[in-house]
Structure formats: structure tokens, C-alpha cells
């Protein structure tokens, strides 16, 4: 990626004086606004609770299994306040990726994906009715989990759950919880298509940087170890530029077009040069999603037969809670494996639904040295296998980080307090929400900051 600056000139305060040109303009600043104005909304409905919740034992849940945190970061901070919002916008997420994923191995979505604005709308649309079932089932998991005393301290965060207890409480939280997490989606839509940036990943950031006062309250905590909360702090740093270094970097392939233009009775030969940009990290955030989802699971399966008994059930359970938790080298071991063998999956699915050999053949667009058709691909799909390892093994450093950073610092909640997945996702978000400004600003003529 190649930079450009004006002499004398910095970036920082090229970004204050964009940002008080886009204020200046009346449509960029009710953009702007009504950003702004969704994720107050937003933070409201993060702190009604659904009935029936018991506080401290809600707490005391969270200080005893850091797993709730990831879920809790999908939930943009309303999982902690058992809400009507704690499912956030993962069941949203989830159905996105299974569509995504079944798109090339189902033929009608296959076709739909074809067929233009038609056709993503159409899939758009099951993806808001695949939502819906999943959000049921996300949600009486958690219910159940905090009504079975998902706690060190054997308190159960809320009662009266399941069917054979009391069904109408129960559905009623469902329902509530499920409408909280389509309400979230028709918000980010609106940010998407009225506001600046994708809103559905500005709520998972609101929910982020709402936790920040939190963290900087642990690290105070923690003044008497400078040394190891300085340490802390320069690798939080050295993540965020890592994260900004791995977004922009890409591979770009050179591109020449020929073309025949009949033009006053003549045909004309057109040709051109461009270049197809292949991003190092294409999945995103995406592999550690499907990672920590995955890995989660067998501890919250395992606690519904962890009764604290002797018998055999119970002591397979008590393997599993203690294997595959946060706390466990194993689980972080696999975390880093199945970071890498994801980014690479999700990666491969992605460039082979953007079919861009044949578009380009389609365009009389060929590399040159290349023959268009199958030895493009050919050539593409192996440039695509060799940068992804570069991608790879950055998200699957950075997913194990916080463990490595309590090792190194050893400080007990360092996994907690430095989540480079929280990390991942604030930064990725911010850049986009950038470059969509800096846009704006470029349609009307003002200078941008991204450089």
C-alpha cells in the first residue's frame, strides 16, 4: 500500500479538518447525527433488563467464567445486564455466515447471488428469517446457563426458567430477547442506509467502547504493578497498529483490458491497465468468531452435567469445563488452530464466490502473462493460498495474544482486560467508518484524511 502526504502537512490534523468540513456540510452532518442518535438508542435498550434478574448473581456469573465475556462482546455489553438486547446482533452475524457459506453449495442461492440487486435483497431476507429461529435458541441457552447458577457461588441469575417451570415466563423472556435482537438489526440497517458506516458492526463497536471505562477502572486497580500494566499498555498498542498494518495490506494483481468500440462507423481497440487488490486478511474478524463460538461450546454443554458429584458423567463434564476454558493451554492451543484452518476456509469460500477469472474474461480484462479462463484461476487461486498464510497466522496470533500478554506480565485478568478481538473488531470498524467519510467527502470535493 503506497502512502501520499503534502509536504508539512500532518494526519492528524488533516482528520480534525475533514471532520469540520463533513460538519459543515447539512446532509453529512445529519448522517453523522443520526449515527450518533442510533447508538444512544442503543445503549438504553443495553440496560432494561428482562424480568426477573438477580444482580449479584448476574455479576458474580461474570467474575467466575470469562467465557460470558465473548459472548457478551456480540451483545455489545447487554449479555452483563441480561437485557432485552443481551443476544446483540450475533444471531443476525450467525445467519449471515451460514448463508454465506451455503450461497456456493445450494444451487438457488447460488442463482440469487447471481442475479444482481434482486437476488441480495432476496437472500437478505432469509437471512432476517434464519435470524429469528436462532435467536430462540441462542436465548434459552443463555437463560438456561444463568438459571442453572452458572457461578462459582451457586446462585442462579434468573428463575423460573424452562417448560416444565414456567413456560410462560420463559417465552415471554424469549420473545423479548428475540424482538431486542431483530429491533438491533432494523437500527443498523437504518445506520447503513441513512447514517455513516455498516451499522450492524457500529453496534458491536458502541458496545465495545462502552466497556473501556471498566477496563481503565481493572488497570487502576492495578497501579502498584506499573511495570506489568505498562507492559500491558505497549502490547495493546503494538496490537492496534499490527491490526491497522494487516487491514491495508494487500496484493495487487496487474490487470490490462482490451476492447473493440464501434464509434462512427469505426471499430476502435481500447486497452487499459488496472489492478485487482487481494487483501492479507480478507475473512476479518470472521475465523475467530467461528473459533471462540465453537470452543465455547463443550464447557457450556459440560456445565449442565457438572453437578460437582463424583460419578463419571460428572467428572467428564468437570474435563471439559476445565480443558476447554479460558483459563486452559489447551483451549488456547486449539483457538490457534482453528483461527488459521477458518481464515483459510472462509477465505477460499469467499474468493471463489467472487468468481473473478471469469468476470474478468467476461470484461476482456486478462493478466498479463496469464491465459484468461482456468489458468487464471489457477494463478489467482494460488496467489490467494500463499498471502492467506500471512492473514492466518496474524489472526490466530492475535486471538491467543491476551494469553501469551498474561503470561508474560503475569497478571491474572489479563485475558480479560486485553481483548484483542475487541481489539480486532474497534479498529477494523473504525477504518471502514473512515473511508466511507472520507468518501462522502471526495463526492463533494474536500480532501480526505485516509491516506
Do not use: C
Not at 415466563?169 to 440497517?189: D, H, K, Q, S
Not at 499498555?233 to 494487516?246: D, E, M, Q
Amino acid at each position: 500500500m503506497t502512502q501520499t502526504k503534502q509536504s508539512g502537512e500532518s494526519a492528524v490534523p488533516a482528520l480534525f479538518r475533514a471532520a469540520a468540513d463533513a460538519w459543515r456540510i447539512p446532509d453529512l452532518r445529519f448522517r453523522i447525527l443520526f449515527t450518533l442518535g442510533i447508538l444512544v438508542i442503543f445503549r438504553f435498550f443495553a440496560h432494561v433488563p428482562v424480568p426477573g434478574v438477580d444482580r449479584e448473581a448476574l455479576a458474580a456469573a461474570f467474575e467466575a467464567n470469562p467465557l460470558l465475556g465473548f459472548l457478551d462482546l456480540f451483545s455489545g455489553g447487554a449479555l452483563r445486564n441480561l437485557s432485552i438486547a443481551a443476544l446483540g446482533v450475533y444471531p443476525y452475524i450467525t445467519a449471515s455466515i451460514i448463508l454465506q457459506i451455503l450461497t456456493p453449495i445450494i444451487p438457488t442461492l447460488k442463482n440469487l447471488s447471481q442475479e444482481g440487486e434482486g437476488g441480495r435483497q432476496a437472500i437478505n431476507r432469509y437471512t432476517h428469517y434464519l435470524t429469528v429461529p436462532l435467536a430462540f435458541l441462542q436465548g434459552f441457552g443463555q437463560l438456561n446457563l444463568f438459571a442453572s447458577g452458572f457461578n462459582t457461588t451457586g446462585g442462579a441469575a434468573i428463575s423460573g426458567i424452562g417448560l416444565g417451570a414456567d413456560t410462560l415466563n420463559t417465552m415471554t423472556i424469549l420473545l423479548a430477547m428475540t424482538a431486542g435482537t431483530m429491533l438491533l438489526v432494523w437500527m443498523g440497517e437504518l445506520v447503513t442506509e441513512k447514517g455513516i458506516g455498516n451499522g450492524i458492526s457500529l453496534i458491536i463497536f458502541a458496545g465495545i467502547v462502552s466497556t473501556l471505562p471498566q477496563v481503565a477502572g481493572q488497570l487502576w486497580l492495578l497501579r502498584d504493578q506499573i511495570f506489568q500494566v505498562g507492559m500491558l499498555v505497549f502490547i495493546a498498542i503494538t496490537i492496534v497498529y499490527l491490526i491497522v498494518y494487516f487491514a491495508e495490506a494487500q496484493r495487487k494483481i496487474p490487470v490490462q483490458y482490451g476492447r473493440s468500440v464501434f464509434r462512427g462507423g469505426q471499430m476502435y481497440r481500447q486497452s487499459g491497465a488496472t489492478n485487482i487488490p487481494l487483501r492479507v486478511n480478507a475473512a476479518g474478524m470472521i475465523p475467530l468468531i467461528f473459533s471462540f463460538s465453537i470452543l465455547i461450546l463443550p464447557s457450556v454443554v459440560a456445565s449442565y452435567f457438572n453437578d460437582g458429584s463424583d460419578g463419571f458423567v460428572s467428572t467428564i463434564a468437570n474435563f471439559f469445563q476445565n480443558s476447554f476454558g479460558p483459563t486452559s493451554t489447551i483451549y488456547w492451543v486449539a483457538v490457534f488452530l482453528l483461527v488459521v484452518i477458518f481464515t483459510f476456509f472462509y477465505t477460499l469460500v469467499v474468493h471463489n464466490q467472487q468468481n473473478l477469472a471469469e468476470n474478468l474474461q467476461k470484461n476482456g480484462g486478462f493478466v498479463p502473462g496469464i491465459r484468461p479462463g482456468p489458468p487464471t484461476k489457477i494463478y489467482l487461486m494460488r496467489v490467494v493460498l500463499r498471502i492467506t498464510w500471512g492473514g492466518a497466522l496474524f489472526l490466530g496470533f492475535i486471538a491467543i495474544l491476551p494469553y501469551l500478554a498474561q503470561l508474560v506480565t503475569n497478571l491474572p485478568n489479563a485475558t480479560t482486560i486485553l481483548q484483542s478481538t475487541s481489539l480486532l473488531i474497534m479498529v477494523g470498524v473504525a477504518l471502514d467508518t473512515m473511508r466511507q467519510l472520507e468518501s462522502q467527502l471526495l463526492m463533494r470535493n474536500y480532501e480526505g484524511f485516509v491516506r
